[in-house]
C-alpha cells in the first residue's frame, strides 16, 4: 500500500439445468474441484462477514480512542496490518481486546497481511517472492499460515477475509509474474483449507491486471476477492481499467482511491487512505449473556427440531459469530450461532432485539466461487422449473445461507438458497461437495 505498509442440444440440456441466465454464451465450464475456483473448508463455527460502504487503512492502527472519536465519520470500516514480514509500522493497539471493542462499537476490520513482496517490485529491502513457481507456493502456503495464526490470536474467526498486500511490481517481467501467481495461488488455497476467505490488495495498473488475466485458469486458484489500488478520486467499483466488471463481481471488491492524507473528526487527526468497499471483512465473537430462567440449549442447528449439543446456564456468557433464520420461540425465529457452531435462540440472548436481527451481528453466510462459464442462473426455488430471476458471472461468491433437496443437476439435489432469498444447483458451486449436503450450512 502507499504506507510503508461448444451443441443446440447441449444448449438446451444447459438451459434445462438452470445454468445459463438471459443472454448467456454457450461457452461452459464443468464444476471444479480444484483451480481455479477451490472449495473453502469452513470449520462448524465459521461464518463470514461483508460489509459496504467507505473504509480508511492507516499504518498504525488507531487508539481505541479515536476509533470511539470517529464516529463522527463516514467510516464504518477500518483496515489493519496484522502481520508480515514487511510490516513496519509497530501496532501496540492492536491486540484480541481492541479488535473485541472496535467490533462492539459497530466497526468492521479488513485485515491486511504484509509478507514477502515481489522479485521486480515492493522496497529494495523487502524480502522477496521467489521466480521459481515451486518454491514460490511454499511461501504462499507459509504466509497464509502465519496470517491465519495471526488472525485468530486477534479474535478473528474462521469465515473472515485477509488480505495480502502485494506492492506494485514490474509487469514486463515474466518469471516474476509467474512467481507472485504462484505465491497467491498457493496463500488462497492455504486460506481455503483452513476455513478463511482469501483476499489481494494489488496496484490496479501494476498487478491487479495480471491476476485478472488468469481469472479462469487452471494454473491458479482464484483469491475470492480483490482490493485495487488506484489514486484517482474516483469513489467506485466498476470500470476498472483492463479488469471485466463481471470478474470478482458479487460482494467481492474494494478500491482505494486516495491516498496518503490527514482527516479530522471528533478532534482526532489520522494520516489515512480512502477505500471503498464491497467485500468480505473480518468476522469476530460479540458477547452476549443468556437471559433464560433455565438452562439454555444450544442446539446443532437453528430449530428446535435440532438434537442439543450442549447446555448454558442462566447469565452465562455467550460468544455470537452470527444470526440464522429458524423455527419461532416466543417472539422471534431469529437464532445465533455461537462460535463453537451450536446455535441458540435469540429470544433468550441479550441482543438489542428479540423479535428481529440485531447489529452488528451479521447474518451467517458461508461464500463459495461459482463455476459455470456461462453463469448460474438464479432461481426462486430449489429446481429447474422455478422462474429465473438473475445470473451469477463465473467465479463471483455465491454467498449461500443455508441448502436444500431440489431437482436433479449433474451429480446432486442439492441447491443452495443464497443471501438474496435466490436458489442456485450446488453442482455449479464450489462447495466441498457436490453430491450432498456441505457443513457447516444448515438445511433450509
Not at 111 to 123: E, F, N, V
Not at 228 to 254: N, Y
Request: glycine share 10%; proline share 7%.
Amino acid at each position: 500500500m502507499s504506507h510503508p505498509h461448444r451443441t443446440l442440444r447441449r444448449f438446451l440440456a444447459l438451459a434445462a439445468a438452470g445454468v445459463l441466465g438471459a443472454g448467456a454464451a454457450l461457452a461452459f465450464a464443468p464444476p471444479v474441484a480444484a483451480e481455479p475456483a477451490t472449495p473453502v473448508a469452513y470449520p462448524a463455527g465459521a461464518s463470514a462477514t461483508r460489509y459496504s460502504g467507505l473504509a480508511f487503512d492507516t499504518c498504525t492502527a488507531p487508539p481505541l480512542s479515536a476509533i470511539q472519536a470517529w464516529s463522527a465519520s463516514p467510516y464504518r470500516a477500518v483496515g489493519v496490518y496484522i502481520g508480515g514480514i514487511s510490516r513496519t509500522c509497530a501496532q501496540p493497539e492492536l491486540t484480541a481486546s481492541w479488535v473485541t471493542s472496535v467490533s462492539a462499537l459497530k466497526w468492521r476490520l479488513l485485515p491486511i497481511y504484509k509478507g514477502l513482496q515481489p522479485p521486480c517490485g515492493g522496497r529494495p529491502t523487502d524480502a522477496k517472492i521467489s521466480r521459481a513457481a515451486a518454491t514460490a507456493r511454499g511461501q504462499g502456503t507459509a504466509a497464509a499460515a502465519d496470517a491465519v495464526a495471526k488472525a485468530k490470536a486477534l479474535g478473528m474467526q474462521p469465515g473472515s477475509a485477509v488480505y495480502n498486500d502485494i506492492e506494485q511490481y514490474t509487469q514486463t517481467d515474466a518469471t516474476c509474474r509467474t512467481g507472485v501467481l504462484a505465491f497467491v495461488s498457493a496463500w488462497t488455497k492455504e486460506l481455503h483449507r483452513v476455513g478463511y476467505v482469501s483476499g489481494v490488495y494489488m496496484n490496479l495498473n501494476f498487478g491487479a491486471k495480471q491476476l485478472s488475466d488468469v481469472f479462469t485458469s487452471t494454473s491458479y486458484a482464484r483469491p475470492d476477492a480483490l482490493w485495487i489500488a488506484r489514486f484517482d478520486g474516483v469513489d467506485s467499483l466498476k470500470t476498472w481499467t483492463g479488469i471485466a466488471d463481471s470478474t470478482w463481481a458479487v460482494h467481492q471488491r474494494a478500491k482505494q482511491f486516495k491516498g496518503d492524507h490527514d482527516e479530522t473528526y471528533g478532534g482526532v487527526t489520522i494520516n489515512i487512505d480512502t477505500d471503498r468497499l464491497d467485500a468480505p471483512v473480518a468476522t469476530v465473537a460479540y458477547t452476549y449473556t443468556a437471559t433464560s430462567s433455565t438452562t439454555l440449549n444450544a442446539r446443532t442447528g437453528p430449530s428446535t427440531g435440532y438434537p442439543a449439543a450442549a447446555s448454558h446456564a442462566p447469565g452465562s456468557a455467550l460468544k455470537v459469530v452470527c444470526q440464522a433464520p429458524g423455527s419461532t420461540v416466543g417472539t422471534t425465529a431469529v437464532w445465533d450461532k455461537l462460535s463453537d457452531g451450536t446455535y441458540v435462540t435469540d429470544y433468550y440472548v441479550s441482543t438489542p432485539s428479540n423479535t428481529g436481527y440485531s447489529a452488528p451481528l451479521p447474518r451467517c453466510t458461508y461464500p463459495y466461487q461459482t463455476t459455470a462459464g456461462g453463469g448460474l442462473a438464479e432461481h426462486t426455488g430449489a429446481g429447474t422449473s422455478s422462474a429465473v430471476r438473475g445470473t451469477s458471472p463465473n467465479g463471483s461468491l455465491a454467498w449461500m445461507v443455508c441448502q436444500r433437496s431440489g431437482s436433479a443437476v449433474g451429480t446432486t439435489k442439492i441447491w443452495d438458497r443464497l443471501d438474496n432469498d435466490r436458489y442456485v444447483s450446488d453442482y455449479y458451486v464450489a462447495t466441498p461437495s457436490n453430491t450432498t449436503y456441505s457443513k457447516p450450512a444448515p438445511r433450509c
